[in-house]
């Protein structure tokens, strides 16, 4: 039996626009399954195979690249999906390294129970710095950020890092001999506790992912849009302004945790308020809307200044080019090199396919 005139057209029709829209739906899982192989496969790289090339210099190095990505990443829910800019995350950094040394040195406690003990001390204290800043944004948030982390970072050079004495500080100036702070027995050596650090970081990443991909992150987004158009939507901005606080704020007291280890001393001069600004300086270029921003900043934070001193160069003039990179990406790439770099090597690549591509080929001459 025969279909009627014109039914086959539109039920190919349909069959084709419904082919294409499972290649359209199956195009976005593709996709997904293959950065999550790439990034199987860079994890494994970077735990496995990284340890093994590089020198203890390096290791040490990429060890503070893990810490400062986690210190990134806080900083990066704020101004990237909140649109919050705070200039106080390294003296967020210092109040957690503090938590965790004290603990450290005071009780025999497991090396995680720590970080998280120290993450939710600064997660404290991070409500307590955004209760005041919640109705204030641009410019004003930041200059009062700045002027806090000012202050704490005073305080702390008054009562100093706790290094092995007796009270409450757990201060002794007169200690000849100063004990480091502990690592984990699993990490005791410096790849070891490398491998551990990333290890925590990816914990971080994957708890701010969690949250992107759930009911906070959609508000967030529609905070940093408009946030009259998400208070008429029924979302309540307080409290979502105040989660990013406290989110930032443990993932960064995590971090202190894991540098208090990598160091084994702290001391207050390795936490100046001015380092706030250098840090959101990377933040931007890296790119504040992509988690790999955060690495990216992390690298340009501490890799860099390490490989220029191993080369014999000041690592003051970075300062010059912190800020070429912000004017760069501020006027040409908001997204930042974590969204630029991959588009221009993809259209440099297709750019060099078309010209292969289009060659003409070589005229062959016959014999006369």
């Given at each position: 039996m ?11 029709e349909?069959?084709?626009t419904?082919?294409?829209?499972r ?17 199987a496969?860079?994890?494994a ?16 190095t ?14 990066g ?8 800019v705070s ?11 503090w ?7 005071a009780t ?7 970080l ?5 001390v ?10 005041p800043a ?19 970072t005073?305080?702390?050079?008054t009562?100093n890092?706790p290094?092995g ?9 007169s200690?000849l001999?100063?004990p480091p702070?502990?690592?984990p027995?699993?990490?005791a050596?410096?790849p070891a ?15 701010v992912?969690a ?15 408009s946030?009259p ?8 901005t ?26 084994h001393y ?5 936490f100046p ?10 933040v931007?270029?890296?790119g ?14 501490q890799f ?5 001193n ?6 003051d003039?970075l300062?010059?080019l ?10 040409t ?21 078309g ?14």
């Amino acid at each position: 039996m025969s279909e009627p005139k014109g039914r086959g057209v539109v039920w190919t029709e349909e069959r084709g626009t419904s082919d294409e829209g499972r290649r359209r739906l199956k195009a976005p899982r593709r996709r997904a399954s293959g950065e999550m192989a790439v990034i199987a496969v860079l994890l494994a790289f970077v735990l496995f195979g990284l340890p093994q090339l590089m020198s203890l210099y390096y290791i040490d190095t990429m060890t503070q690249v893990a810490v400062y990505s986690m210190v990134a990443l806080g900083l990066g829910v704020l101004v990237g999906r909140v649109g919050l800019v705070s200039l106080g995350q390294v003296a967020v950094l210092a109040i957690g390294a503090w938590v965790a040394a004290r603990l450290l040195f005071a009780t025999a406690q497991p090396y995680p129970l720590i970080l998280l003990e120290a993450g939710l001390v600064t997660m404290v204290a991070g409500v307590v710095i955004g209760l005041p800043a919640l109705r204030l944004r641009g410019l004003y948030l930041a200059l009062i950020t700045l002027m806090l982390a000012g202050g704490l970072t005073v305080v702390l050079a008054t009562v100093n890092f706790p290094n092995g004495g007796h009270g409450f500080l757990g201060y002794n100036g007169s200690l000849l001999h100063i004990p480091p702070i502990r690592r984990p027995s699993i990490a005791a050596s410096d790849p070891a506790y490398f491998r551990y650090s990333v290890v925590v970081a990816l914990l971080m990443f994957a708890l701010v992912l969690a949250h992107i991909r759930t009911k906070p992150g959609r508000a967030w987004a529609a905070i940093r849009q408009s946030e009259p158009a998400a208070l008429a939507a029924g979302i309540n901005t307080w409290l979502y302004k105040l989660w990013a606080f406290a989110l930032a704020s443990f993932i960064t007291g995590v971090a202190g945790g894991v540098l208090a280890g990598a160091v084994h001393y702290l001391y207050s001069i390795g936490f100046p308020t001015q380092d706030s600004i250098t840090l959101l300086a990377v933040v931007l270029m890296g790119g504040v809307y992509s988690l790999w921003g955060a690495v990216v900043a992390a690298l340009l934070y501490q890799f860099l200044p390490a490989l220029l001193n191993n080369w014999g160069v000041s690592a003051d003039w970075l300062i010059i080019l912190f800020g070429l990179g912000v004017l760069q990406v501020l006027t040409t790439a908001p997204a930042g090199l974590a969204d630029q770099v991959p588009r221009d090597l993809a259209r440099l690549g297709r750019f060099v396919r078309g010209r292969v591509r289009h060659r003409p080929a070589p005229t062959q001459g016959g014999a006369t």
